[in-house]
Nanobody
Framework: QVTLVESGGGMVQPGGSLRLSCAATMSTFASYAMAWFRQTPGKEREFVAGINWYGDSTYYAESAKGRFTISRDNAKLMVYLQMFNLNPEATAVYYC????????????????WGQGTQVTVSS
C-alpha cells in the first residue's frame, strides 16, 4: 500500500544538528497524520514527534520539545525531523510512520513503518 524511506541519519558530535527525511509513495499522503519514533537496542520503540494531515498541528515527546521540529511537504510526499542541540541520549534508529487516527502516539495507532535511519551522537 505504502512505502516509507528514511534518510539523513549519521554520526554527529554533541550539540550538533541533523535533518531526517522520510519519503512516501502514496497518492493520499495528505490525508494521514505522520510521526517519528526512535528505538535503541533492548528498549521499546519510543514516540518522538507527530504532525497532522495539514501540517498546522504538531506534538512532541517531552524530551523533544524545543529541540526537534517535525514538518511536512505534502506536494513532495515528504516529512522531516529537524534535530538541534543533539546529545548522546538521542542515539537511536529513527523511524517514520503513517497514522491510523488523529494525533496518534502509540505503535498500535500506526499502519505503516519505514526501515529506519541510524543517528549516533558521540564525541
Amino acid at each position: 500500500q505504502v512505502t516509507l524511506v528514511e534518510s539523513g541519519g549519521g554520526m554527529v558530535q554533541p550539540g550538533g544538528s541533523l535533518r531526517l527525511s522520510c519519503a512516501a509513495t502514496m497518492s493520499t499522503f495528505a490525508s494521514y497524520a505522520m510521526a517519528w519514533f526512535r528505538q535503541t537496542p533492548g528498549k521499546e520503540r519510543e514516540f518522538v514527534a507527530g504532525i497532522n494531515w495539514y501540517g498546522d498541528s504538531t506534538y512532541y515527546a517531552e524530551s523533544a520539545k524545543g529541540r526537534f521540529t517535525i514538518s511536512r511537504d505534502n506536494a513532495k510526499l515528504m516529512v522531516y525531523l529537524q534535530m538541534f542541540n543533539l546529545n548522546p541520549e538521542a542515539t537511536a534508529v529513527y523511524y517514520c510512520a503513517v497514522g491510523r487516527c488523529p494525533m496518534p502516539t502509540i505503535e498500535a495507532d500506526f499502519a505503516s513503518w519505514g526501515q529506519g535511519t541510524q543517528v549516533t551522537v558521540s564525541s
